[in-house]
């Protein structure tokens, strides 16, 4: 399962700077698969092919988010999410649209940092 920001986002950006996977942007800025990955290219589930670099637009234009794709729920670095430990209201949560068991959150680790 992916971690997801709530609307109850103060937007400190407490978590942003915790993630090991670089999930975590500021509402408005765009992301990129290779941030803080080493992934140069991703096939999307439709056999796209997109640059890892390609600026990607933002999911919330309001509060911090979280990119589904490149959580691992700290899985393969941390004990527990870390975004949800340091913030301040708890709207770091499970997304419950976005369930992946432990083995696939591991899969999902390597493949976002396998050089
Ligand atoms: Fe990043 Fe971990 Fe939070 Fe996922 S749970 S967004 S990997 S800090």
Redesign the pocket.
């Known amino acids: 399962m992916?971690?997801y920001i709530t609307d109850e986002c103060i937007n400190c950006g407490a978590?942003e700077p915790?993630?090991?996977?670089t999930?975590?942007y500021e509402g408005g800025a765009t992301w990129a698969w290779s941030d803080g990955t080493e992934l140069t290219s991703v096939e999307l589930e439709d056999g796209t092919e997109v640059p890892g670099d390609e600026p990607q637009e933002p999911f919330s234009e309001e509060f911090f988010y979280?990119v589904s794709g490149k959580?691992?729920?700290?899985v393969g670095f941390h004990e527990e999410?870390?975004?949800?430990a340091v913030c301040p209201v708890d709207c770091?949560v499970p997304d419950p649209d976005y369930v992946e068991e432990q083995d696939e959150l591991a899969q999902k680790q390597e493949w976002l940092h396998a050089s």
């Open positions: 992916a971690i978590c915790e993630c090991p996977n999930a975590i979280i959580c691992t729920e700290c999410p870390q975004c949800a770091c």
